[in-house]
C-alpha cells in the first residue's frame, strides 16, 4: 500500500491579505516550514535573554533536568454530602474554617464531634 503525502490545502486570502497596511506586497519569504526547521537558539540564549529581561522563575532548577515529583496526601474525606444553605452561613463556615487553618471536611468533622459531646446538652434544656 503507497503511502499518501499530506499536502495542506491553500490559505486562499486573496490579493488584499499579501498587502501591509501602506498597500505594500509582504515579504513572506523570512518564514520557513516545519521541515526547513528554524535555527534553534539553546537553552543557553534563552537563559541569557530571560536574565536581562529580569524573568527568575526558572533560575531554581535546570531546565533539561525532570521537575520535582510532588506527591499528594491522600485525603481520608472520600465522601461527599452537598447541602443547601444560605450565602451568609457558607461564608462563616469558609471563615471559621479559614480561622482555624483547616479545611472544609476538617471542620466538618469537628463541629460534628462537638455537637456530638456538647451540643446535646444544649438541646435537653
Known sequence: MAQQARTRPPLD????A???EEGEALDLSGFGTKESGGADPGNDKIHQVAKKSGFTGGAKRDIGAPPALRRRRRSPF?????IKCR?????RFEDLAAELGVTDGTLFQMLLEC????????LDR
Open 13 to 16: 486570502l486573496g490579493d488584499e
Open 87 to 91: 450565602p451568609e452561613d457558607r461564608d
Open 18 to 20: 499579501a498587502e501591509d
Open 78 to 82: 472520600t465522601d461527599q454530602k452537598g
Open 115 to 122: 455537637f456530638e459531646s456538647e451540643g446535646r446538652k444544649w
